[in-house]
């Protein structure tokens, strides 16, 4: 068996437009010399490749790792949920009744990412349920999450305005109730940010938060004291004090992807993160989410639509190999490299095959702006003592630079952490050498090559770009080439398994080399 390296550059793209192109500013000295002189391609990491709608759609760390370690397109939850929804579906599910029976006694309320990105949320899943209320006359107050990553920094007006317009177009009884930033309340992840949950609470329920009956003035009153602000940090502000989440409420969390979803589940189901006179304020809920999110703890009880089902991934075929695997990388993308990579899976398939290792993120909530270097060091640092102990032949790691830098929006901060991350590349690079060890470089999504928009305000979302994927087999002596045609992440598992040197389950896409 060749011992192998997977290093995923997360967020970095290319694009040969140096407008607002972090990556190029960044000078890769490390990645485009192995680039040039070693098997490479740019291949797909968007779209249906990865299981979204269009090809319109950016890729994201989610359905990226999904795509890599499943080795074949998977329909992700928002292909998903758009048809139960466009066919109407939704509405004949058992959880949909039992929302709106008990809203039709108090109001349904609606916590959703307002926001057009379709990284965590759709906005015409929303539009859906307002015209169905409508319908059904129920009372809706919706708890508005602000983006500022996904999507322009500033831009939360923009989506309130058409929350608006279709809450009069479909004769719905609804208000948007509570607005603050994604880095302030709800959407935690991987406990990193529990504050933000402790706040939502706070808003949604106890209505803590600046009052306000014009929230445009606000908004664009914070902007102007801090023209910097990006809606992700935006304080909370509450709208209708009237119209908070009451004990004997519906409430449906109405974000698809899981990873900043099973917190606000955990918190209205099982009162985690609040005190017991906290949680008998809502312990009499009735709560469902967009889908299950977590298969394996089923959270949450209650849900509107199936999740993806992922089988036959890269780590089972590994394991029925005895192939010995290491994963490494910060809080950050930890749950990506591991759970998603997995299949959606929290805990490894075979305990003895697997270790994973994760290193604390800077406490920072979303923005990492101010230590753009991140932990890619630590990262690095234990990738080389894994390559040279000889205990692993598959080992990967998750480089977070580009990305999680890159949604601060902060151009000077994203060619800092990218520098970061081809100085850590150098090294990996030179230890992979040194002990015959395949390297594989390449990104599950863009973001850091496109940093500016048209008008050159700052564009923290990710892209829908192609990324490098390049091969460096320093394990044999066998002579690698790229195939012709065309490739996505899907056809990353195929390629380890042969680098590795072990059989290619019939059920991956085909690899991207030949001999």
Same mark, same amino acid.
């Given at each position: 068996?060749?011992?192998?390296?997977?290093?995923?550059?997360?967020?970095?793209?290319i694009?040969?437009d140096?407008h607002?192109?972090?990556?190029?500013?960044?000078?890769? /000295?490390?990645?485009?010399?192995?680039?040039?002189?070693?098997?490479? #391609?740019?291949?797909?990491?968007?779209?249906?490749?990865?299981?979204? $709608?269009?090809?319109?759609?950016?890729?994201?760390?989610? $359905?990226?790792?999904?795509?890599?370690g499943? =080795?074949?397109?998977?329909k992700?939850?928002?292909?998903?949920?758009?048809?139960?929804?466009?066919?109407?579906?939704?509405?004949?599910?058992?959880?949909?009744?039992?929302?709106?029976?008990?809203?039709?006694?108090?109001k349904l309320? #609606?916590?959703?990412?307002?926001?057009?990105?379709?990284?965590?949320?759709?906005?015409?899943?929303?539009?859906?349920?307002?015209?169905?209320?409508?319908?059904?006359?129920?009372?809706?107050a919706?708890?508005?999450?602000?983006?500022g990553?996904d999507?322009?920094?500033?831009?939360?007006?923009?989506y309130?305005?058409?929350?608006r317009?279709?809450? &009069?177009?479909?004769?719905?009884?609804? /208000?948007?109730?509570?607005?603050?930033?994604?880095?302030?309340i709800?959407?935690?992840?991987?406990?990193?940010?529990?504050?933000?949950?402790?706040?939502?609470?706070?808003?949604?329920?106890?209505?803590?938060?600046?009052?306000?009956?014009?929230?445009?003035?606000?908004?664009?009153?914070?902007?102007?004291?801090?023209?910097?602000?990006?809606?992700?940090?935006?304080?909370?502000?509450?709208?209708?004090p009237?119209?908070?989440?009451?004990?004997?409420?519906?409430?449906?969390?109405? *974000?698809?992807?899981?990873?900043?979803?099973?917190q606000?589940?955990?918190?209205?189901?099982?009162?985690?993160?609040?005190?017991?006179?906290?949680f008998a304020?809502?312990?009499?809920?009735?709560?469902?989410?967009?889908l299950?999110?977590?298969?394996?703890?089923?959270?949450?009880?209650n849900?509107?639509?199936p999740?993806?089902?992922?089988?036959?991934?890269?780590?089972?075929?590994?394991?029925?190999?005895?192939?010995?695997?290491?994963?490494?990388?910060?809080?950050?993308?930890? =749950?990506?490299?591991?759970?998603?990579?997995?299949?959606?899976?929290?805990?490894?398939?075979? $305990?003895?095959?697997?270790?994973?290792?994760?290193?604390?993120?800077?406490?920072?909530?979303? &923005?990492?702006?101010?230590?753009?270097?991140m932990q890619?060091?630590?990262?690095?640092?234990?990738t080389?003592?894994?390559?040279?102990?000889?205990?692993?032949?598959?080992?990967?790691?998750?480089?977070?630079?580009?990305?999680? $830098?890159?949604?601060?929006?902060?151009?000077?901060a994203?060619?800092?952490?990218?520098?970061?991350?081809?100085?850590?590349?150098?090294q990996?690079?030179?230890?992979?050498?040194? *002990?015959?060890?395949?390297?594989? #470089?390449?990104s599950?999504? =863009?973001?850091?090559?496109?940093?500016?928009?048209?008008?050159?305000?700052?564009?923290p979302?990710h892209?829908?770009?192609v990324?490098?994927f390049?091969?460096?087999?320093?394990?044999?002596?066998k002579?690698?080439?790229?195939?012709? =045609?065309?490739?996505?992440?899907?056809?990353?598992?195929?390629?380890?398994?042969?680098l590795?040197?072990?059989?290619?389950?019939?059920?991956?896409?085909?690899g991207?080399?030949?001999?």
């Amino acid at each position: 068996m060749n011992k192998t390296v997977l290093c995923i550059i997360d967020g970095l793209g290319i694009n040969p437009d140096t407008h607002g192109n972090a990556v190029l500013a960044a000078d890769m /000295k490390n990645l485009w010399s192995a680039y040039d002189k070693y098997p490479s #391609i740019n291949i797909v990491a968007s779209g249906q490749e990865v299981g979204l $709608v269009s090809e319109k759609d950016a890729g994201n760390s989610e $359905v990226g790792h999904n795509a890599i370690g499943a =080795g074949k397109r998977i329909k992700q939850g928002l292909a998903l949920l758009n048809e139960v929804f466009e066919t109407g579906e939704v509405f004949e599910s058992k959880s949909w009744k039992l929302l709106a029976e008990n809203a039709k006694k108090s109001k349904l309320n #609606i916590t959703i990412l307002l926001s057009e990105g379709r990284i965590h949320s759709n906005l015409e899943h929303l539009y859906k349920v307002l015209e169905r209320c409508g319908k059904e006359k129920i009372k809706v107050a919706i708890h508005a999450v602000a983006d500022g990553v996904d999507v322009g920094t500033q831009s939360v007006l923009e989506y309130i305005k058409k929350t608006r317009e279709c809450i &009069d177009r479909v004769g719905v009884d609804a /208000k948007i109730a509570v607005v603050g930033g994604r880095g302030v309340i709800f959407m935690d992840r991987y406990e990193a940010n529990l504050p933000a949950m402790a706040r939502a609470f706070e808003a949604s329920v106890e209505g803590k938060g600046v009052v306000t009956k014009d929230i445009e003035n606000s908004v664009n009153e914070l902007y102007e004291k801090n023209p910097s602000l990006t809606d992700a940090s935006m304080q909370v502000f509450i709208l209708e004090p009237d119209w908070l989440i009451k004990n004997g409420d519906s409430v449906l969390h109405l *974000n698809f992807r899981g990873d900043r979803s099973v917190q606000t589940c955990q918190m209205f189901e099982h009162g985690k993160y609040l005190t017991k006179e906290q949680f008998a304020k809502i312990d009499n809920c009735v709560f469902a989410g967009a889908l299950e999110y977590d298969t394996e703890q089923g959270i949450p009880k209650n849900f509107l639509c199936p999740p993806p089902k992922i089988e036959n991934t890269l780590t089972e075929w590994l394991c029925k190999f005895g192939v010995r695997q290491f994963s490494v990388t910060e809080t950050a993308k930890f =749950g990506h490299l591991t759970y998603f990579f997995n299949g959606n899976r929290a805990k490894p398939v075979d $305990v003895e095959l697997e270790t994973w290792l994760q290193i604390p993120s800077d406490e920072l909530g979303m &923005d990492f702006s101010s230590k753009p270097k991140m932990q890619a060091q630590k990262i690095t640092d234990e990738t080389l003592k894994a390559i040279k102990s000889d205990k692993y032949d598959f080992i990967k790691l998750n480089l977070p630079n580009p990305d999680m $830098v890159g949604h601060s929006g902060n151009f000077d901060a994203v060619v800092e952490g990218t520098k970061e991350v081809d100085k850590c590349l150098g090294q990996i690079v030179d230890v992979c050498k040194s *002990n015959k060890t395949n390297l594989i #470089i390449l990104s599950d999504h =863009g973001n850091a090559e496109e940093m500016l928009d048209d008008k050159g305000k700052p564009k923290p979302s990710h892209t829908n770009n192609v990324v490098p994927f390049i091969i460096m087999p320093f394990a044999s002596d066998k002579q690698w080439k790229i195939k012709n =045609g065309e490739f996505g992440l899907t056809n990353i598992a195929a390629t380890i398994c042969e680098l590795l040197d072990i059989q290619v389950s019939e059920h991956f896409n085909g690899g991207i080399i030949e001999s």
